[in-house]
């Protein structure tokens, strides 16, 4: 979940971390009113988009200019489409003058947490990590014992920091890596680190991703969790939105779905087993309506749930229910599921094709819930993921035709 600049600020200015003053603004003229009071000695601001994109600078999102120029510039960036999100959202800040712009980023590695250092900050710092590798230094960081000020020393100094500088750098890189530890983040990115002309520091440029694991740590996060919980950062749609109120509501392992443009709904697990799955679905011609994985569960309503997601959409025309063996989630439960919704929903099971591919604990009362649904393809023991990929696929061109972009779903 990545926290937009509002907010990471504020989490960093609460840690005592040297962050110009802004503010919040949702209209041009809201963020011209801002711009009078927030405009520094040389009387000029920043107002930036307030999205959950990168490169907004690139994108022509984040723009220095005098109070009264604000409401112009922030009508424009309210304009703008970044990453297919709309800007609706403004930060304007105090500028900053700036001597010079520094990188700095907290990240995970293979083994832990990591640090990178370089003194080429500023918008063209995936062009510096391409063409000049060696301008960028990282180290991991022990996560036991944290960054030490010596070790922050030694890496600023072997980014090549003017010594007079590296005491500073060294003292707010350690600020910088707590409030990384302490605010949950898989990653934290300052760019730019601003050395201003008076030789002071400044936070200017601001990224932080939090591990939505931890929301139950961060309650003030949750607003903005729901808003920016989708693929990209994007909204969550009402499916999505109602899987994630039956993991909160209902007790078990976690269900992850995201919907897609296909017409392949999937309730498939097992982790690899259900990437493996999704790309079979393409490998065999079909496209994947949603991804899912999810743990086992002791009932069925988180299934429930994810299921009915799946069935409301009406581009779905057919449905693969499959897990790996190894998973071994009670067969019966995910069965329990199914019957429920297709009752629910009075699916007619000879119409809409349903390939279901459960192996293991409690199988023989799964089948025997199977039985009723004439119709449904519980595949026999032994059959691969492969096979029910391609088993699904088949049915639903068989049924419905290739180019057909409707079903035959209720009776």
């Given at each position: 979940m990545r926290l937009l600049e509002d907010k990471s600020k504020a989490l960093l200015k609460q840690a005592g971390l040297p962050v110009p003053r802004g503010e919040?603004?949702?209209s041009a003229d809201e963020a011209s009113r801002l711009a009078q009071t927030l405009a520094g000695p040389e009387e000029r601001v920043a107002i930036k988009a307030l999205v959950a994109a990168g490169r907004r600078g690139k994108a022509g999102a984040v723009a220095v200019c005098k109070p009264a120029e604000a409401a112009e510039v922030a009508a424009r960036i309210l304009s703008l489409t970044l990453d297919h999100k709309q800007v609706e959202q403004l930060y304007v800040e105090e500028a900053i003058d700036i001597a010079d712009e520094y990188y700095l980023a907290f990240a995970f590695g293979d083994l832990g947490p990591r640090v990178v250092a370089s003194l080429r900050g500023g918008v063209d710092i995936e062009a510096v990590a391409h063409e000049s590798p060696k301008a960028l230094v990282n180290h991991d960081i022990d996560p036991v014992e944290g960054l030490r000020s010596w070790q922050a020393a030694a890496l600023w100094d072997q980014a090549g920091a003017p010594s007079d500088q590296i005491p500073g750098l060294s003292a707010l890189t350690v600020r910088l890596y707590a409030a990384f530890r302490d605010n949950d983040s898989q990653m934290l990115e300052i760019n730019p680190l601003v050395r201003t002309t008076q030789g002071d520091w400044a936070v200017v440029g601001t990224m932080?991703?939090?591990?939505?694991n931890a929301l139950f740590r961060h309650p003030a996060w949750q607003a903005q969790a729901d808003e920016t919980a989708g693929p990209g950062g994007r909204p969550l749609t009402l499916g999505e939105r109602q899987v994630e109120e039956a993991n909160k509501r209902y007790a078990g392992g976690a269900t992850r779905y995201i919907e897609l443009d296909g017409e392949i709904g999937l309730l498939?697990?097992?982790?690899?087993?259900?990437?493996?799955?999704?790309?079979?679905?393409?490998?065999?011609g079909g496209r994947p309506a949603n991804h899912t994985d999810f743990s086992p569960t002791p009932t069925p309503d988180k299934q429930v749930a994810t299921l009915e997601a799946i069935l409301d959409r009406p581009q779905v025309r057919g449905l693969?229910?499959?897990?790996?063996?190894?998973?071994?989630?009670?067969c019966d439960i995910m069965m329990q599921a199914l019957e429920i919704v297709l009752e629910r929903r009075s699916v007619d099971t000879r119409k809409f094709p349903i390939v279901v591919r459960l192996f293991g604990p409690y199988e023989p009362e799964a089948r025997a819930i199977a039985a009723r649904f004439p119709g449904i393809n519980y595949l026999p023991p032994g059959a691969s993921l492969a096979e029910a990929c391609e088993a699904i696929v088949n049915a639903v061109r068989q049924?419905?035709?290739?180019?057909?972009s409707s079903r035959e779903h209720k009776t």
């Open positions: 919040l603004a949702r932080m991703e939090v591990d939505d498939v697990s097992g982790g690899g087993a259900s990437l493996y799955q999704h790309d079979l679905i393409l490998h065999y693969l229910v499959g897990c790996n063996f190894l998973q071994l989630a009670r049924r419905d035709g290739p180019s057909s």
